[in-house]
């Protein structure tokens, strides 16, 4: 009688408890495992209420009706349990197992819902699983003795369903410790305690579960002692010791983590190997990804995680680094990273994410403002001496080629003189989309000064220069230049050089300008190479 009461008194110990947490976790900020966190919770109410009201029920309806709350709730944990493992882990979701899953449990809970005397589980007739009703009654024992019990008391006599549903409910289990196992060994040495924690409970409940079994076989008989809702207690209990204690792996305390939270920006956590620990609502939508690194594993692995964040200098107290994001083209990012002043056992790194695009977007401006020329968007002569020294110290020390072209507009001042600077600044235009079209990337084209322009191509052959050349001069002969109702024709003469490894930029200029020169005495509209 004594053990009686102390059974309900563990009862109601262990469904405030689990009511409790499951009240606290709705408060938890960790998106997703808190919902599926307070699903399991309502399901081991419901498990625990279950056997609950069975072991203080009154009449044999009574108790069968507790009865099916319990198995209701019972076959709820197992399937919302494995939800969350698998959340909490990062797993991708099967959700053809989910699905099928589902169902047999949905199968489960519609047959003790809606059979009488759950004769596929339990043998039929209520005289032969329930050997004491009411209080107080005389029943017959295992034995057949008559026995009068103070209190109410049930032996089930299993069915030819029983083993299929034990047997489901053993390989959940075990499902369960097959992917804890599996994450195991892809966390870090240092923070796998909380997987430990919640797998030491899985195990322990199997290890109930099967002892229950072989009770069950040998004496024919469910007996009146059910211990699964202490377990369902016990894994929701040490689910949440890791769900809300310990969601960033005992590395650093969360009310500290929470402090975090004035930043604005979008903030991560890490450690010094690169193992995710945290990250704010607004790095979570700017790296849509990481909701699904699980804490512990490497933050690399997730897929649009900046190649430039990849060489993190884990020693130096203050970094700074610029990136772009793939999906988000056009954005610009800067990420601070910064020794955490978290208190912990590992070195903490704190990445914090600023979108500077409209400060990049102004920096560009500006540079290309100061760097083209502002009526034909090549470059103007200052960059292109930038370039032009870099690209003559650079030909001493490798056996690249290097070729320089100037193109002077023919007879370009009696466009002006007849139809305007308007119409000659068009022609300017023109030209020099045409050039920057035909020529490389690498290639550097720049406007030299009124109507000549200077373009240095390195590792070409000098035939292909030459070509390059005179495709660029029959393209601007071919061409017609329109301005309103006016359309004018044009040609350019071109001079080329081959500079040497010795030379200084400021003399190939007055040798190509000699070679210009040249072509323009020799007809105008012409190429020529001086060696």
């Known amino acids: 009688m004594v053990a009686h009461y102390i059974n309900i008194g563990l009862l109601t110990a262990c469904l405030l408890a689990v009511a409790i947490i499951g009240i606290l976790s709705i408060f938890e900020s960790v998106s997703t495992k808190r919902n599926y966190f307070f699903l399991l919770t309502i399901g081991c109410v419901l498990a625990i209420l279950g056997h609950l009201g069975e072991k203080t029920s009154t009449n044999v309806d009574e108790a069968f009706q507790w009865v099916k709350i319990l198995y209701i709730g019972g076959n709820s944990v197992l399937f919302l349990a494995i939800l969350f493992i698998i959340d909490y882990s990062g797993m991708k979701k099967p959700y053809w197992f989910i699905i099928i ?125 059910y211990p699964m809702p202490y377990m369902f207690a016990l894994v929701c209990i040490s689910y949440y010791f890791v769900f809300s204690k310990s969601d960033i792996y005992n590395i650093m305390n969360k009310g500290n983590v929470r402090a975090l939270d004035i930043i604005s920006e979008s903030y991560i956590l890490m450690d010094d190997e690169y193992n995710y620990l945290y990250s704010n609502p607004a790095a979570q939508q700017l790296f849509e990804d990481i909701v699904s690194i699980p804490v512990g594993h490497k933050i690399y692995n997730m897929v649009d995680w900046p190649l430039e964040l990849l060489d993190i200098d884990t020693d130096d107290k203050n970094q700074t680094i610029n990136f772009s994001l793939q999906k988000k083209r056009g954005k610009y990012y800067r990420a601070q990273i910064i020794k955490s002043p978290i208190k912990s056992n590992r070195k903490i790194l704190l990445v914090v994410i600023k979108d500077i695009t409209d400060s990049v977007l102004l920096i560009n401006q500006l540079e290309k403002a100061a760097n083209t020329d502002i009526l034909t968007g090549a470059l103007n002569r200052r960059k292109f001496f930038e370039i032009g020294h870099k690209e003559f110290a650079d030909l001493k020390f490798n056996n690249a080629t290097l070729y320089l072209m100037m193109f002077d507009l023919d007879n370009f001042k009696n466009i002006n003189d007849k139809y305007g600077h308007l119409v000659g600044d068009k022609v300017l235009q023109v030209f020099s989309s045409s050039v920057t079209r035909t020529v490389r990337s690498s290639d550097v084209f720049c406007r030299y000064g009124g109507e000549e322009f200077l373009l240095l191509v390195k590792n070409i052959e000098e035939e292909d220069a030459l070509k390059l050349a005179d495709r660029i001069r029959l393209n601007v002969q071919n061409q017609e230049v329109y301005y309103e109702d006016i359309c004018v024709s044009v040609t350019c003469s071109v001079g080329m050089i081959k500079i040497q490894a010795t030379e200084h930029l400021n003399y190939a200029i007055d040798r190509v300008d000699n070679a210009l020169y040249i072509a323009k005495q020799d007809g105008k509209n012409c190429v020529r190479l001086v060696r």
């Not at 004491?132 to 019990?149: A, W």
């Not at 196992?181 to 924690?197: A, D, M, Q, S, W």
Request: no cysteine.
């Open 101 to 225: 899953v589902g169902l047999f449990i949905l199968a489960r809970i519609i047959i003790f819902w809606f059979t009488d005397t759950n004769g596929l589980i339990y043998e039929a007739g209520r005289e032969n699983w329930f050997f004491s009703t009411i209080r107080g009654e005389t029943g017959v024992g295992p034995d057949g003795e008559l026995i009068k019990y103070p209190f109410h008391i049930l032996w089930y006599v299993k069915g030819s369903m029983y083993w299929v549903f034990e047997l489901f409910s053993l390989g959940t289990l075990a499902l369960m410790i097959v992917i804890f196992f599996t994450r195991i060994k892809k966390v870090e040495k240092g923070i796998r305690v909380p997987y430990l924690v919640m797998l030491g409970g899985i195990v322990l409940t199997l290890v109930v579960s099967l002892v229950y079994g072989l009770v069950v076989m040998v004496t024919d008989s469910a007996g009146s002692f």
